[in-house]
Nanobody, 127 residues
Protein backbone atom coordinates (compact mmCIF):
# COMPACT_ATOMS: atom_id res chain seq x y z
CA UNK A 1 0.00 0.00 0.00
CA UNK A 2 1.44 3.31 -1.09
CA UNK A 3 1.91 5.73 1.76
CA UNK A 4 3.32 9.25 2.04
CA UNK A 5 4.05 10.57 5.52
CA UNK A 6 5.02 14.16 6.14
CA UNK A 7 6.91 15.42 9.17
CA UNK A 8 8.80 18.47 10.34
CA UNK A 9 6.00 20.95 10.72
CA UNK A 10 5.59 23.14 13.76
CA UNK A 11 5.48 26.64 15.13
CA UNK A 12 8.15 29.09 14.00
CA UNK A 13 8.61 32.83 14.16
CA UNK A 14 8.50 34.93 11.06
CA UNK A 15 11.91 34.94 9.41
CA UNK A 16 12.73 31.49 10.71
CA UNK A 17 13.22 28.18 8.95
CA UNK A 18 11.72 24.72 8.89
CA UNK A 19 12.54 21.59 6.96
CA UNK A 20 9.67 19.34 5.99
CA UNK A 21 10.24 15.69 5.15
CA UNK A 22 8.11 13.24 3.21
CA UNK A 23 8.72 9.52 3.57
CA UNK A 24 7.36 7.38 0.74
CA UNK A 25 6.69 3.68 1.16
CA UNK A 26 4.76 0.84 -0.43
CA UNK A 27 6.02 1.51 -3.91
CA UNK A 28 8.94 2.70 -5.97
CA UNK A 29 9.07 6.45 -6.28
CA UNK A 30 12.49 6.89 -7.81
CA UNK A 31 11.05 7.66 -11.24
CA UNK A 32 8.04 9.68 -10.04
CA UNK A 33 7.75 13.45 -9.97
CA UNK A 34 6.98 14.66 -6.47
CA UNK A 35 5.39 17.84 -5.22
CA UNK A 36 4.52 19.88 -2.17
CA UNK A 37 1.20 21.67 -1.83
CA UNK A 38 -0.30 23.68 1.01
CA UNK A 39 -3.72 24.62 2.26
CA UNK A 40 -4.38 27.55 4.53
CA UNK A 41 -7.58 27.74 6.61
CA UNK A 42 -10.51 28.66 4.42
CA UNK A 43 -8.48 28.52 1.24
CA UNK A 44 -8.01 26.07 -1.59
CA UNK A 45 -5.00 23.78 -1.73
CA UNK A 46 -2.24 25.43 -3.73
CA UNK A 47 0.97 24.38 -5.37
CA UNK A 48 4.25 25.10 -3.59
CA UNK A 49 7.06 23.19 -5.28
CA UNK A 50 7.75 20.19 -7.49
CA UNK A 51 10.74 18.09 -8.47
CA UNK A 52 11.35 15.67 -11.30
CA UNK A 53 12.36 12.04 -10.84
CA UNK A 54 16.10 12.68 -10.73
CA UNK A 55 16.06 15.89 -8.74
CA UNK A 56 17.66 17.73 -11.61
CA UNK A 57 14.64 19.90 -12.33
CA UNK A 58 12.57 21.88 -9.86
CA UNK A 59 9.64 24.26 -10.10
CA UNK A 60 8.29 26.72 -7.55
CA UNK A 61 5.28 28.88 -6.98
CA UNK A 62 6.10 32.57 -7.25
CA UNK A 63 5.15 33.07 -3.60
CA UNK A 64 7.97 30.84 -2.35
CA UNK A 65 10.60 31.22 -5.05
CA UNK A 66 13.97 32.10 -3.56
CA UNK A 67 12.90 31.07 -0.06
CA UNK A 68 11.94 27.40 -0.38
CA UNK A 69 14.00 24.54 -1.78
CA UNK A 70 12.67 21.12 -2.76
CA UNK A 71 15.01 18.14 -2.90
CA UNK A 72 14.85 14.36 -2.88
CA UNK A 73 16.86 11.30 -1.91
CA UNK A 74 15.75 8.42 -4.11
CA UNK A 75 17.87 5.89 -2.24
CA UNK A 76 15.84 6.66 0.88
CA UNK A 77 12.50 7.38 -0.85
CA UNK A 78 12.48 10.81 0.78
CA UNK A 79 11.46 14.26 -0.41
CA UNK A 80 12.26 17.44 1.47
CA UNK A 81 11.11 21.04 1.55
CA UNK A 82 13.54 23.49 3.11
CA UNK A 83 11.65 26.64 4.03
CA UNK A 84 13.61 29.78 4.88
CA UNK A 85 12.59 33.38 5.60
CA UNK A 86 9.14 32.18 6.58
CA UNK A 87 6.29 34.66 6.45
CA UNK A 88 2.95 34.79 8.23
CA UNK A 89 1.25 33.91 4.95
CA UNK A 90 3.16 30.62 4.79
CA UNK A 91 0.96 29.30 7.61
CA UNK A 92 -0.85 26.25 6.26
CA UNK A 93 -1.06 22.49 6.23
CA UNK A 94 1.62 21.18 3.89
CA UNK A 95 1.05 18.08 1.78
CA UNK A 96 3.45 15.83 -0.06
CA UNK A 97 2.24 14.29 -3.32
CA UNK A 98 3.50 11.72 -5.80
CA UNK A 99 2.72 11.45 -9.51
CA UNK A 100 3.44 7.76 -10.00
CA UNK A 101 1.41 7.73 -13.22
CA UNK A 102 3.85 10.14 -14.85
CA UNK A 103 7.24 8.43 -14.63
CA UNK A 104 10.25 10.47 -15.73
CA UNK A 105 8.14 13.58 -16.21
CA UNK A 106 9.08 16.95 -14.78
CA UNK A 107 7.37 18.09 -11.62
CA UNK A 108 4.04 19.80 -12.19
CA UNK A 109 1.98 22.47 -10.43
CA UNK A 110 -1.25 20.70 -11.44
CA UNK A 111 -2.96 18.91 -8.57
CA UNK A 112 -4.72 16.46 -10.87
CA UNK A 113 -1.42 14.99 -12.00
CA UNK A 114 -0.65 13.65 -8.52
CA UNK A 115 -2.29 10.38 -7.57
CA UNK A 116 -0.96 9.86 -4.05
CA UNK A 117 -1.13 12.33 -1.17
CA UNK A 118 0.06 12.42 2.40
CA UNK A 119 -2.01 13.45 5.38
CA UNK A 120 -0.23 16.76 5.81
CA UNK A 121 1.89 18.49 8.41
CA UNK A 122 0.95 21.80 9.98
CA UNK A 123 3.17 24.85 9.72
CA UNK A 124 2.36 27.91 11.78
CA UNK A 125 4.35 31.10 11.39
CA UNK A 126 3.95 33.63 14.19
CA UNK A 127 4.87 37.30 14.39
Amino acid sequence: QVQLVESGGGLVQAGGSLRLSCAASGGTFSWSPMGWFRQAPGKAREFVAAINWSGGSTFYADAVKGRFTISRDNAENMVYLQMNSLKLEDTADYYCAAATGRPYYSGSPRREEYNYWGQGTQVTVSS
